[in-house]
């Protein structure tokens, strides 16, 4: 696609992150309760591809979230679109996510679910770029470290588009200056 500038990370890179996270989580949550819940809508490919790597029983569920404000600046107060369905009270969740940037976003709905009763909250990102960090988050299961460039595909967006692209890609920065 003419808006890409490079591939940054192959989706066999991608598959082999995603079969050690999902063996990692697998061996860590044997016996217990765990919730899984994706964060739409960036995380649902990872989630699909995660989710097929974990040989325990799971529930998974889903939430929808947006920053309020000016949407190219996170604010941290996040907006619940959509809210998952499932009790967590007494049980393990496990949150998924596609990107990590500044935190805020994470931080905030860990803060929130942890009101609701769970036996522990702990974050799994695909992407990771800690150079634009504004709150510390501890991800307890973490993919690929990125540099602080925008990126699309693999459930990743640009103006809602190019989620589908199966690698992740720089956007040209032509594009993304517009
Ligand atoms: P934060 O960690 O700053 O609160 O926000 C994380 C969210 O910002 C991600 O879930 C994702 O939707 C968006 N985001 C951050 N960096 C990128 C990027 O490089 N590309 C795209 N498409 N979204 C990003």
């Given at each position: 696609m003419d808006v890409i500038e490079r591939v940054l990370i192959s989706k066999g890179?991608?598959?082999?992150?995603?079969?050690?996270?999902?063996s990692r989580i697998?061996?860590?949550y044997e016996g217990q309760e765990l919730v899984i819940?994706?964060?739409?809508?960036?995380g649902f490919i990872f989630l699909a591809d995660l989710a097929r790597k974990i040989t325990i029983p799971v529930d998974l569920d889903f939430m929808s979230v947006s920053s309020y404000g000016d949407s190219s600046k996170s604010s941290g107060?996040?907006?619940?679109?959509?809210?998952?369905?499932?009790?967590?009270?007494?049980?393990?969740?496990l949150i998924v996510e596609d990107i990590?940037?500044?935190?805020?976003?994470?931080n905030h709905l860990v803060e929130l679910l942890k009101t609701r009763g769970p036996l522990s909250v702990k974050i799994c990102a695909a992407l990771d770029k800690p150079s634009r960090r504004k709150v510390d988050v501890?991800?307890?299961?973490?993919?690929?470290?990125?540099?602080?460039?925008?990126?699309?595909?693999?459930?990743?967006?640009?103006?809602?588009?190019?989620?589908?692209?199966p690698?992740?890609?720089?956007?040209?920065?032509?594009i993304y200056a517009k």
């Open positions: 890179e991608l598959d082999r992150q995603v079969e050690e996270l999902g697998s061996k860590d819940i994706g964060v739409l809508k960036g107060v996040v907006k619940i679109i959509k809210d998952v369905d499932i009790n967590i009270s007494g049980k393990h969740v990590i940037d500044t935190g805020l976003t994470l501890q991800v307890d299961y973490k993919g690929i470290e990125i540099p602080d460039e925008f990126v699309i595909g693999y459930g990743l967006d640009y103006a809602g588009k190019y989620r589908n692209i690698e992740v890609c720089v956007l040209k920065k032509d």
